[in-house]
């Protein structure tokens, strides 16, 4: 049996391209748990937030302690 976590504990088996794949799919034959599809700019919008999404949230765990005070800051200005 294949464990459920990667190395770095990630789910595996759901990455952007199996997404993609089955909406591309989905236009072809309907498969019903797609509905209508993704489309093109929420399927770009989430492939960029797939990519990128590792680096900044490393960058925001580093400086946790500044960003809780910007946070702060910006939250009395309301």
């Known amino acids: 049996m294949r464990t459920l976590r990667n190395s770095r504990h990630d789910i595996e088996g ?3 391209w199996r997404v993609f794949r089955l909406n591309v799919l989905n236009k072809v034959l309907a498969l019903g748990n797609y509905r ?13 937030l797939h990519y990128l999404g590792r680096p900044v949230f490393s960058l925001l ?3 946790e302690p500044q ?4 946070y702060q800051i910006l939250r009395k200005e309301r």
């Open 36 to 48: 209508f599809g993704i489309g093109l700019r929420p399927a770009l919008v989430l492939m960029v």
């Open 67 to 70: 960003f809780h005070r910007l």
């Open 61 to 63: 765990i580093r400086y």
């Open 14 to 16: 759901n990455g952007f």
